[in-house]
């Protein structure tokens, strides 16, 4: 199964407070989620500020 979920708000920082409830909102058992990993995303400042590429997942929040 696969699901999408959109979020938006008038502004970059409203969209990803909008996106952080939704995800912390979603209950899926007994299977495992990428959610912990999209809400570090969330956190990450360099995401927060916009400044991200295509290697953005691979280079610095997988390396960690």
Do not use: W, Y
């Not at 979603?26 to 991200?52: A, C």
């Amino acid at each position: 199964m696969v699901a999408t979920l959109i979020c938006s708000g008038p502004t970059r920082a409203d969209a990803i407070a909008t996106t952080r409830r939704a995800l912390s909102e979603f209950h899926v058992s007994p299977i495992r989620t990428t959610i912990p990993l999209l809400l570090q995303i969330m956190d990450n400042p360099n995401f927060q500020s916009g400044e991200v590429d295509t290697g953005f997942i691979e280079r610095v929040m997988l390396s960690k």
